[in-house]
């Protein structure tokens, strides 16, 4: 990437950065956040485990999606977010 590209998309990271930051991104040193770390590892490495992470708002949910998915095998693939609680639950259920 030449330095005019960098500065117009600096948020566009490398595989192996985004799982470095992603990971860093959780932040804890109390066993259950050591937990939810070591399960993050272990998931990843599962090529087609579906995963559902449930949690109080603003516990951090998202951040342990991402870590997930840029330490598996997808992180080349386009990370999506999906906020379930938004979606009206006859849409939820016609579609998942």
């Given at each position: 990437m030449?330095s ?6 600096p948020?566009?990271l490398?595989?192996?950065t ?6 860093k991104n959780i932040?804890g040193k109390?066993p ?11 998931y990843?490495?599962?090529t087609?485990?579906?995963v559902?992470?449930?949690?109080e708002?603003?516990?951090?949910k998202?951040l342990?999606?991402?870590?997930l998915h840029?330490?598996s ?16 639950e006859?849409?939820?259920e016609?579609?998942?």
């Open positions: 030449d005019q590209t960098a500065k117009i998309f948020l566009i490398e595989p192996d985004k799982k470095q930051t992603a990971i932040v109390s259950a956040i050591e937990k939810v770390k070591r399960l993050i590892g272990c990843s490495q599962s087609d485990l579906p559902l992470i449930t949690g708002t603003g516990t951090g998202e342990v999606a991402e870590a840029y330490s095998d997808r992180a080349h693939r386009p990370f999506i977010r999906v906020n379930c609680a938004a979606i009206p006859s849409l939820f016609s579609q998942f």
